[in-house]
């Protein structure tokens, strides 16, 4: 392996690009190649580097801008927003079968009906409310809101949940996309009916309840509830709006004989929020309903029919594939098989014995790699029930180089996505789908026995 040191020494474009040959089309790999080239001759003055090297960010840049695959989450997040939040469950149809659909036709009387009316009237019957609307996400749904029943109006919220999630989405930004304008009541750590009541002026349009979702106060705090709220909302004539974020549909989840788990017990839920009287709520479809991502209205029939009818409604609306994955997940919930069909809920109930089961079923399977089964902390993810770990059982894997061996489940023909803690490579088992522990074990054996930038390793040595 000898050192590049001069532009003079950098290989052409077309050999370059002959060492990724099969990894993509050949115009993504020249492109590739002709950028991983000029990325080097300008660095050539403060660093060299190899044809070994550039060949392997050829690679990688390559398989980057390569199609989406399937990987094997086993980081102990249910909600991993980078990896798109909620596992779907395979549908039973086959793409070819949902090719055409009747996203806006009545069957029965063969004419054009409104677009998704049954995936609507189902979302409606799950969370007790009159009428429903599903846009592309929850960051469309709250501005579809707003700006339908506030534009050129006030909004007002308190300070306590002014929040900024992933991606930069701030409260107070969507507020003003909406053309409102916001006022802010309270203080951050407490606010009270009356600030609420002291803000209402000729002005006001909505009253704007928000769940912190990525983060919780402790200690001195105070908040209005939404029953509360939305009370004050109707003696005003003013529309109440609840964003719960997260997305729990009920609290009382009849697939759970009552009650969701432990760690959801404070989250906010759609059909409670309805029977408190807030006349809008918005949640997402991927988080803890467990379906593809999508942006749910459920409320008052008028109001959402003054949502509906706003024109940014169109530049929102969902699509059929999407809303097909939907409609599976909450005819799961209507049908209360959730727990068993819907991945998350699969993964939410699992109980820690037999998260314990699996992993000393792989740990047996590693031999002779050092592993052992150790306690782990899961989570919910994607901004739900913030702060409450949730008891897993993980496989810890001994390694002389943890970074190397995780590098190297990553880089595996099914990607594996592993935590590197306490100077070792954890699997949670919470997050892995059993039907693919098999695969998870070859991998491991695959990565320990090669990894990135390494030698093979079998035990631990520092």
């Known amino acids: 392996m000898s050192d590049i040191t001069q532009p003079r020494d950098l ?158 989405f701030r409260v107070p930004d969507i507020v003003s996309q909406g053309g ?12 009270h009916l009356a600030d609420y009541r002291s803000a209402i002026g000729d002005d006001t349009q ?33 529309h109440m709006v609840h964003d719960i974020g997260s997305g729990l549909v009920d609290a009382h989840t009849p697939w759970l004989d009552g009650a969701p788990p432990d760690f959801l017990r404070d989250e906010p839920a759609a059909r409670q929020s309805i029977e408190a009287g807030a006349h809008v709520v918005t949640f997402s479809g991927d988080k803890l309903l467990g379906g593809p991502q999508a942006g749910i209205l459920v409320g008052e029939k008028a109001r959402m029919e003054r949502i509906r009818r706003h024109p940014l409604a169109r530049a929102l609306r969902y699509d059929k594939l999407r809303a097909a994955q939907l409609h599976a997940a909450v005819r799961a919930h209507l049908d209360r098989t959730a727990a068993e069909s819907v991945p998350f809920w699969q993964m939410a109930t699992a109980a820690p014995a037999d998260l314990e089961a699996r992993a000393a079923a792989l740990v047996a399977r590693l031999q002779p790699t050092a592993a052992e089964v150790v306690q782990f902390d899961d989570s919910a993810g994607a901004g739900s029930a913030a702060n409450r770990p949730i008891d897993g059982r993980a496989v810890a894997l001994s390694v002389h180089d943890p970074r190397a061996v995780a590098a190297a489940l990553r880089a595996g023909p099914t990607p594996v996505l592993a935590v590197v803690r306490s100077g070792t490579v954890q699997l949670s088992m919470r997050t892995i789908d059993p039907a693919t522990d098999e695969l998870v074990a070859e991998a491991v054996l695959h990565a320990v026995a090669s990894p990135v930038g390494g030698s093979p390793v079998g035990g631990r040595t520092d």
């Open 206 to 238: 909505v009253l704007l309840e928000v769940h912190p979702s990525n983060f919780a106060q402790l200690g001195f705090v105070k908040s209005v509830p939404t029953r509360d709220l939305a009370k004050l909302a109707d003696s005003h004539g003013l």
């Open 180 to 191: 409102a304008v916001m006022r802010e009541v309270g203080t951050t750590n407490r606010t």
């Open 11 to 168: 290989p052409q474009v077309d050999v370059l690009a002959r060492s990724a040959d099969g990894l993509a089309p050949a115009p993504v790999v020249r492109t590739e190649a002709r950028r991983i080239i000029d990325d080097a001759r300008e660095h050539l003055a403060t660093a060299s580097t190899t044809t070994e090297a550039l060949q392997r960010a050829l690679a990688d840049a390559v398989l980057a801008r390569g199609p989406l695959r399937p990987v094997v989450n086993a980081t102990g997040v249910m909600l991993h927003t980078n990896l798109g939040r909620a596992p779907l469950a395979p549908l039973q149809e086959s793409d070819s079968g949902l090719a055409t659909v009747p996203i806006e036709m009545d069957l029965s009387g063969g004419r054009r009906a409104g677009r998704l009316g049954g995936l609507e009237a189902d979302i409606s019957e799950l969370a007790g409310a009159e009428s429903a609307l599903v846009v592309n996400n929850n960051a469309g749904a709250v501005l579809l809101a707003l700006t339908a029943l506030a534009r050129g109006g006030e909004v007002v919220v308190s300070r306590g949940q002014l929040v900024e999630i992933g991606g930069s």
